[in-house]
């Protein structure tokens, strides 16, 4: 029996190298005059916001370049930036680079069509859509361009701005913007959009539709993610992955995560003084969650090993299951990614307090597929800690 469901995405999605230069007659067609190019000081550095500024310019807008976005952002560097969107009398705003640039650019959308500031937003909504918003992904990982979701941090946890207006008027997804992302960044980027399309695919609110994608997006992480971290001059490759990271991002924006990103804010949480990349920070943990999670959907586990390339022809369903986490685990050793929680200076003592701090991602836990409990946590937590599978302490 088929359960009722809703699909919802960005406005429009214009994918392939190149589609870049539609940004001017899209966001035009939308009746911009005056844009602010929302990015990051390397983006720029790279030469991308001033081509963006003559694309604009070729369709009659006029753009100012605000350059001050910056990984895991806070409110209050969310709030300068609407601040600077009303101050500048912009009328519509285009996001360029990671999430970080991508889910600034939404608040100041937000801020130029709204009164108040993030944090008012969060707690009681906002009423009027967007100005109009187009955002321009320069990583192949987040899915910030199709998401609802705007996050940011506060002194005690990461806070998510969501409503369906958040979706961007649209989303260019153009490959040519990745390649000069360095190796590390493919990496911890790319790997995050894996954990999107995994974690959506075991979320309760997964559905026939973001299942196909979510599958489809791991069969491209698998085939493209080594060759486009190994040379990122392989235009296929970055293809791959940037089609990856959009269909995962659509399943994000639908299905959702589950306790993999909540493990992973756990450990990043202010109060322990530790910051890593975020899609590091959560592919650590990730094979701990596949691991928790696999005999509540022994199926859909075992097809993850099969799309990750394990051969699980003839095993029972249950051990195939379990080859998906190992599966994923290959991964992070080819990309050079940390294996163990061990490797990224988290005390042991700290566990019991990182199997708190899941607890206190409610929504999380609602989507996953197993019930959270503060024992199983501080269980995955130990085995992630080691770096070690229960199927591969077995074997010593
Ligand atoms: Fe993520």
């Not at 910056?70 to 969310?78: L, T």
Request: charged share 20%; hydrophobic share 45%; aromatic share 6%.
């Amino acid at each position: 029996m088929f359960r009722n469901f809703t699909f919802r995405t960005a406005n429009k999605i214009s994918f392939g190298t190149g589609t870049i230069n539609e940004v001017g007659a899209e966001l035009k067609a939308g009746g911009a005059t005056n844009t602010m190019i929302v990015t990051d000081k390397t983006i720029r550095g790279a030469g991308w916001a001033e081509k963006i500024q003559a694309i604009l310019k070729a369709s009659d807008i006029q753009s100012t370049v605000w350059d001050k976005a910056e990984s895991e952002p806070s409110v209050e560097i969310g709030d300068k930036a609407v601040d600077a969107a009303r101050s500048g009398g912009f009328d519509s705003v285009l996001g360029l680079g990671g999430g970080s640039a991508m889910d600034i650019a939404k608040a100041a959308a937000v801020g130029l069509t709204n009164e108040g500031h993030i944090m008012g937003w969060i707690r009681g909504g906002f009423s009027k859509p967007l100005a109009p918003l187009a955002l321009c992904p320069t990583t192949a990982g987040t899915g910030s361009e199709v998401s609802d979701t705007a996050v940011f941090a506060t002194p005690d946890l990461k806070v998510g701005l969501v409503s369906s207006m958040l979706y961007p008027r649209v989303a260019i997804v153009d490959p040519g913007l990745t390649v000069s992302m360095p190796a590390s960044v493919t990496a911890n980027t790319g790997i995050d959009a894996l954990c999107h399309a995994i974690e959506g695919y075991q979320s309760v609110q997964a559905n026939p539709m973001t299942d196909a994608m979510a599958l489809e997006s791991m069969r491209l992480v698998n085939q493209y993610l080594r060759a486009a971290y190994c040379n990122g001059r392989d235009m296929e490759a970055r293809e791959g992955m940037a089609l990856a990271s959009l269909l995962a991002g659509i399943v994000m924006g639908n299905a959702d995560t589950t306790i993999g990103h909540a493990c992973g804010y756990a450990f990043v949480y202010p109060a322990t003084k530790l910051h890593y990349p975020h899609g590091y920070a959560i592919a650590i943990t990730l094979p701990y969650v596949m691991e928790y999670n696999a005999i509540a959907q022994i199926e859909k586990h075992a097809t993850i090993a099969e799309v990750l390339g394990e051969e699980i022809e003839g095993l029972p369903l249950r051990d195939a299951a379990f080859m998906a986490p190992l599966a994923f685990k290959k991964l992070l050793q080819d990309l050079r990614l940390p294996m163990s929680l061990r490797e990224v200076d988290v005390e042991k003592d700290m566990i019991p307090m990182l199997a708190r701090n899941v607890l206190k991602s409610p929504n999380h836990c609602r989507r996953n597929p197993r019930e959270v409990t503060e024992e199983g946590m501080l269980e995955l937590f130990q085995h992630a800690f080691e770096g070690k599978l229960a199927c591969e302490q077995e074997e010593e």
